[in-house]
Every structure is written in structure tokens, then in C-alpha cells.
């Protein structure tokens, strides 16, 4: 059966996978974005629905003040015996935690702490009964340089025994482990290389969960560093047998525009294979296409990225986003609309949560749509945005000088935040907006109830690009839409794929 990589679009990076009967479920990273880690239910691997958010009450998510790419790193989920655990760390107050639940469409649990300082953490429920973490290691202040695997006790995340030491297979950053036990061997899977271009998958194997263990003779498993491809930065796996055993993995990887990308780490997926040696294969020999042919273990339905919200079923869809922790009274349906109460934070605004909401831009080519209105005073503003973070962003919006209206368009790269191509409209509060975008640029185009669409001005998308931010960053472009310093009722919006 064909399909098409990525399977998850837009910024979904460090998928974690877990089966249970023929239900799949997956987990990908938010970084300072809100709620906390998306829960993904699958029957064929290709078709993946948001099902929950191990995260969603601010409570149990402290983001406050999170640089840009703080917040939660790569979590892992993993089922035992009734219950689904999902381990992951909170960089911004460098905490490990696991919540659980045995309904991945309900609510999770509160967090447990775990006391280990590092990233990507997971666990492994062997079959004797006893479950095992590992995560990335920090000693004498040095981040990523191996591994530490410890018994645990899940629910509590008590240590139940000393954390023993594991080097990667040579490459730098040996991050992401996941431990696997097949034929009598632990395999303790890794990302190394770091997650840009040089990114790979590597295995090793041991007959002790606590090593020494030998690396594969053929790493690593997977890896674009060396591939022509749109597809780049392949790595950070996990894998899954199905109910056929056949088995697949799952792993970030970005389509990349010449060197650059703005949606974000992507969700990838690719069959996979023990030889006979008992060593694990992933891909067409290392690497992956953009359609592969493979047997699902169900049959794929028409993929469909498309996006609406009316505002009319008195819930948000659990696709809207925010950053770090909203207010939530600033987000009010009623009367079929959206009204978002803007503050004195602006898109900009330093490590805080200004109004706004977004969805993952899921593809280069899209065409995104509101219609709003707004009764506010001069310097207010409401509108549509393409938000990487708060340091790059693009915005469309409609404000006040005196007595007339005007739209105009925000372009914040770096330090540089310009107000550009300002128009005077004559509309009384009331506007559409629309945001369409191919692999160079992003237009923006507002329409007025006396006047068709205008373009008021473009921008590039290498502006939004991970790889020209001035720090590290790991996530992807968000459209959205936002209010700042007035109150702004939104009719709907709608983003369309394939234009
Ligand atoms: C994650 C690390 C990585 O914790 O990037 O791609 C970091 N891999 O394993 C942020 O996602």
C-alpha cells in the first residue's frame, strides 16, 4: 500500500509511538507551546487524528517566562498492562516527569517527578515486570554525552536502583534512547549527530538492560547526511511491531527548501526489519522517500491537511495552539464567534503569552482565512499572523490612527520589527484577512465588504527559517490569529492545502 511522508505535517517533531491491540498511538514535542504534547491515535499508521494532550490545564505545564524552545523537549509514550505512561522534560524548570492514564483519548494524570537531570527521557517495561528509564545525561555540567539507564517505578518515578552510564556509537549528541528487548537482547536505540543535517539513528545491543553493549556493525540504521533529498535531518526514532509483525518506525525529519525549513520537524514513517543477524533495518537501505509502498496494517483514507472552526460548537478544536501559559479568559466563544480579549502583550512581547492562537502550518502551499471585528481605540490591533516565536513573525492587522481605520503588515525578524505597507481602509471594524503562502513567500491580503481582495505585501518564508534563528530553535511556523490592546470577535477561520 503507498503513501506519503510526512505523515504528521507541520511541527511535529520526536514522535514516540506505543501499539495496543490494532490502535496506534503517537506523541510529538511542543517546546513553549500550549497545551503540552499532542496525543495522535492512528489504525493505519498513515491517517493520525488528535485524540488528547498528556498537558492541557497550566498547572501541570509551568512555561511561564520560557525562552523560545524551552519548555517540553521529546517525550516518549509507552503502554503496560492497562495503564499508557508518557515520559518527558520541561527544559524551562528542568524537570522530568511522567504522567499517565488508561484512556489516551481522556485526561492524563497529574505529573510525577523524576529526579534525573536530562533530556529525552523513556522508559522500557521489561517482561519480568520491572520498568527501566533512560535519558540523556548531564555530569560535572556537560550536557550530551551519553546515557543513563536506572529501574524505576513509573507511577511514582522513584529510582529503584543506581543509574549506570551508556556511550553513544561515536557520533556527537547521542540523545533519544529507546530501549527494546527482542531474541533475548536489549537494544537501546539512539539519535545521534545532532538534529539538523548530520542527524541519524544508531542501535546497539547487550544482554544485560545495564550493558556493556555493542554497537550495530552497520550504523547507522537511518541517516539523510549523506542522501539528495528534500527530506533532511532524519533521526530521533522510535518503532513499533503492528498486529501483523511487521515493524515500522517513526522519526522526525524536515523537508527542506535548498538548506532551509519553517514548518517545523515533521513526523516521518518508514517499514523496517530484523535481519538475520538481529539487527535492525530501517528504510530502503538507511534512507526513506517521500512515497513508499509497504504493508499498512490498515488501508489509508484520503489524507486531508485542510482546517476550519466555525467558533459554532462552543469548544475550540484541540489543533488550536498557544504560547506558554494563556489566560484562558481571553479566549471566549459565544454566539458562534471567537472573541479574543487582547492584552498589553504583543506577538513580540518578551517570554509571555500575548492573545493568540494558531495551528501548524502543514504544508509550503496553503491559503488561511478569518473575517473579523473590532471596536478599539488608536495603536490597537487584531489580526492574522504566520508566528514561528516571538522573535519571528509575520502579521496582517487591522488598527486605528485617529478616526480611520488602516491594515498593516508586522515583519519581525531578529531585533528588526517593522510596521510596513500601511493602508487606510475604509470598513468600520469589520475586515477579512487572508494569509496564502507557497515554498518562497507569504502574501497578505485583506478584503474589505466594499472592495475584492487586495494584496498589501509578501514576505519571504526563509525569514521564519530554523536555521537563521539567533538561537537554537526546534519548532515550526504557526498560522494564527491574535489581538492586542482590544477585543476582537473572529467569524471563523480556514486554512486549505494543495492550492
Ligand atoms: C530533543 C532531541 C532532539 O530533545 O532535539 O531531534 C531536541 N532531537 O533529542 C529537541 O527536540
Known sequence: MLFKNPVIRGFNPDPSICRVGDDFYLVTSTFEFFPGIPVYHSKNLVNWEMVSHCLDENENLPLEGSNPSGGLY????????????????NVTNMTNFIVHTDNPCGKWSKPVKVDHMGIDPSLFFDDDGKCYFCGTTVRDGVWGFGIDIAQINPDTGEF??????????????PEAPHIYKRGGYYYLMLAEGGTEYGHMVTMQRSRNVFGPYEPCPFNPILSHKDKYSEIQATGHADIVEDQNGNWWAVFLGIRANGFLHHLGRETFLAPARWNDDGWFEIGNNKTIEVEMDAPLPAKPEDVSFDFEDDFCSGKLRPEWTFVRNPEKENYVLSGGKLIMKGTNKD??????????M?????ENNIEAYTKLKADFSCGSKAGMTAFYNQDYYYAIYLTKRGRKYEVCLNKAIHDINVVTNCAEVDCDGVIEFKIKADKEKYYFYYKTANSDWTLLGTALTAGLATEGTHMMTFTGTFIGLYAYECTAEFDFFKLKTNT
Open 74 to 89: 521529546a517525550p516518549t509514550i509507552r503502554y503496560n498492562n492497562g495503564t499508557f505512561y508518557v515520559v518527558c522534560t
Open 358 to 362: 494558531g495551528i501548524r502550518q502543514p
Open 347 to 356: 506577538l513580540g512581547s518578551f517570554n509571555t503569552s500575548p492573545t493568540f
Open 160 to 173: 529503584l536502583s543506581e543509574k549506570h552510564f551508556i556511550k553513544g556509537c561515536g557520533g556527537k549528541s
